[in-house]
């Protein structure tokens, strides 16, 4: 799994209220936290359109350095604004690279499938798909040739290539990616 690595300030428990995140997130900031692993739960403050970015870019675990010290963590929630535009709050399960743990991977297909051609239609059934694996051996996401499907063929679970340590949970034989043949005449 990509790491994305930012800079964090700690948070002091007088910052913690409505009234102080409103005042971080004036100055680009937006509060995180890690929790789990055995260790008390820590609240930071990021750069809000770095950690934003990061995520559009599909990272899902994030080191933040603070102070001389890092905390790495897998993201399990983040808020967005009203509009669905911003994130405004995240919070982080702790992790290290050698921690087995349930996740996604991104499906990037790759390609214009061959059965398009013909009148076919793509249908890319899971964009994602649930995996379970080490941390370190966790991928983001995995790109997918699909110009070789002609109408009517598929690419299923068990033919798309996932690091070795990592497993999917789902049956061989579902379909992942399907061109569907012309219908009617």
Do not use: W
């Not at 409103?22 to 789990?36: C, D, E």
């Not at 750069?47 to 559009?56: C, N, P």
């Not at 991104?106 to 059934?125: C, R, Y």
Request: a negative charge; aromatic letters at 6%; charged letters at 25%.
């Amino acid at each position: 799994m990509d790491k994305f690595v930012m800079e964090g300030q700690p948070r002091a428990a007088s910052e913690q209220g409505t009234r102080a995140v409103r005042r971080l997130r004036s100055t680009g900031q937006m509060p995180v936290n890690i929790y789990g692993g055995g260790k008390p739960n820590q609240t930071y403050s990021v750069k809000a359109t770095d950690f934003y970015g990061a995520l559009e870019q599909s990272h899902r675990l994030f080191e933040i350095n603070c102070d001389g010290k890092s905390e790495m963590g897998i993201v399990k929630e983040v808020q967005y604004d009203t509009f669905g535009d911003h994130a405004i709050h995240a919070d982080l399960a702790r992790v290290s690279m050698d921690d087995v743990v349930d996740g996604t991977m991104h499906i990037k297909p790759f390609g214009v499938p061959k059965g398009l051609s013909t009148g076919g239609t793509l249908d890319v059934a899971y964009h994602h798909i649930p995996v379970r694996g080490k941390v370190s051996a966790m991928v983001d996401s995995v790109v997918v040739n699909i110009e070789h499907l002609a109408s009517d063929e598929s690419i299923r679970a068990q033919d798309i290539e996932i690091p070795e340590g990592v497993e999917t949970s789902l049956p061989g034989g579902t379909p992942i990616i399907i061109v569907h043949g012309r219908r009617g005449g």
